[in-house]
């Protein structure tokens, strides 16, 4: 609920009047329905839709082993701020509650604007049927989804960017006692879990994608330090420098210039264009020579210019 909360304060102005649907959620468990029932008069809901893959078995940790799959509409709680969550009167649906079946999509026809966590494996087909809907979004993905051939392009066109929350902030997600168990056994705190108050929740290399507006994608990026080629050697295979922090950007360079892919957290679209992703002109990964002689390939870069 915290992650929920940390981002959905930023877009507030958006939901008035509007539908949301959270179509990967049963809402007897989702927070994502929670956070939206309790907010439902705050921000001026006029409906939410919630869709969940076969699962008749309101466990956060169940496998989905039923064969129904259940949907909820709700118009508010007759003005009270507080839903009776022991009378959540899910429905049954036809199919099995895939995103992609016709009566999910039946569902997403109606709505405005999409809110949820969608499955990783699926991220691909799942951004594309939002954009094929041409639908407003607010979802959770992994951060190698940047990488993605099929999303960089949005992110590239403007359809698509990161969320307000910083992509180095964890998301933490509840785990099974035996997972917790395996954890604390085979890997150090911080690495793929963390303890909160006594206890272990899992670290999910996740952050938000949108195409709703907010604040931190008007906010311009302070450039400091002045361009020498010294510090900032040319790629063998593309006609650009290569730049290992966000922060050191040169503020008189107006080249194309090869950035960390945490540059993401702070592209204003008025300040850079995008020009291209991690390839060179001969097609393979950006790579520069050393004085020694060798070559470094620098993980992920981001090939950008300054508008001004």
Sequence with gaps: ????????????????GKTVLCNCDDPRISNFFKYFALSFNILGLKRII????????????????????VYLI???NDGKSMPDWDKVDVKPLHGDGDFRSAECIELLEQADIVVTNPPFSLF???VAQLIAYDKKFLIIGNKNAITYKEIFPLIKENRMWVGFQPMSVDMLFDIPKEQQ?????????????????GVVKGRSASIWFTNLEHSKRNEELILYKRYNPEEYPKFDNYDAI????????????????????TFLDKYNPKQFEIVEFRKGTDGKDLVYSTRGGGQIQPYFRILVRRCR
């Design 181 to 197: 168990e395996e954890l604390l056994k085979d890997s150090k705190n911080g690495s793929k879990y963390r303890i909160v108050n």
């Design 124 to 126: 691909r087909e799942y």
């Design 50 to 69: 919630t869709t969940c893959y076969k699962n008749n078995c309101p466990d956060l940790f169940s496998q989905n082993t039923s064969e129904q799959a």
């Design 74 to 76: 709700y118009d508010g």
């Design 1 to 16: 609920m915290t992650d929920i909360e940390n981002e959905l304060v930023h877009y507030k102005s958006f939901f008035r």
């Design 242 to 261: 290569n730049v290992d922090k966000v922060n050191e950007i040169p503020c008189d360079y107006y080249g194309v210039m090869g950035v960390p892919i």
